[in-house]
Antibody
């Protein structure tokens, strides 16, 4: 199993970013994909998850209205788009796949995508 | 939201000695199916987090048996029977019972 994320991004405040997460080594639609971020020097923050089977999503309350998670099953890829970026969105963003025995335990993680928001 | 509280914040350990981290949740993580929806992750320096323990006490694939998870309801612990140098990192508990999923603030394990 591998989760490979897109490369680092630098964005201005107010812009949008879309991070991709390409999965391999398993049947893509069998497991949820969650997104977690980590601001510099800080702990882990759950952002939400997407059911790769039917596209259903659940987002953290503090991000609703600015975040969209989606997937393309033909490409085995999940996406996380964050709009109207602010400086405190500067963070490492991780995708992670659910576990076989616990859907919302995250067994496999991407390498992380650094998003820097700066003018 | 369920609040997760870990202790200690920092944990210096001599190699070969045991270590223990505590995690307390603001509400019970025991579901009606008998499982506790509590995971443990470690983030080693410069790496992505990795799953150590899921559903309270189950070791993830490839995790050495010196790691064990225990507890039920609102009180949980992660124990390392004999710490090795490679165990350095920040350990997080996370509740997977309901959304938003929430993490503890982390415990930094360092080698004395």
């Amino acid at each position: 199993v591998q989760m490979v994320q897109s490369g680092a991004e630098v964005k201005e405040p107010g812009a949008s970013v879309k991070v991709s997460c390409q999965a391999s080594g398993y049947t893509f639609t069998h497991f949820v994909i969650g997104w977690v971020r980590q601001a510099p020097g800080q702990g882990l923050e759950w952002m939400g998850y997407i059911s790769t089977y039917n596209g259903n999503t659940d987002y953290a309350q503090n991000l609703r209205g600015r975040i969209t998670m989606s997937r393309d099953t033909s490409k085995n890829t999940a996406y996380m788009e964050l709009r109207n970026l602010k400086s405190d969105d500067t963070a490492m963003y991780y995708c992670a796949r659910g576990h076989e025995d616990g859907d919302y335990s995250y067994a496999y993680w991407g390498q992380g995508t650094l998003v820097t928001v700066s003018s | 939201d369920i609040v997760m509280t870990q202790s200690p914040v920092s944990l210096p350990v001599t190699p070969g000695e045991p270590a223990s981290i505590s995690c307390r949740s603001s509400q019970s993580l025991l579901y009606s199916n008998g499982y506790n929806y509590l995971d443990w992750y470690v983030q080693k320096p410069g790496q992505s987090p990795q799953l150590l323990i899921y559903l309270g006490s189950n070791r993830a694939s490839g995790v050495p048996d010196r790691f064990s998870g225990s507890g039920s309801g609102t009180d949980f612990s992660l124990k390392i029977s004999r710490v090795e140098a490679e165990d350095v990192g920040v350990y997080y508990c996370m509740q997977a019972l309901e959304t938003p999923q929430t993490f503890g603030q982390g415990t930094r394990l360092e080698i004395k």
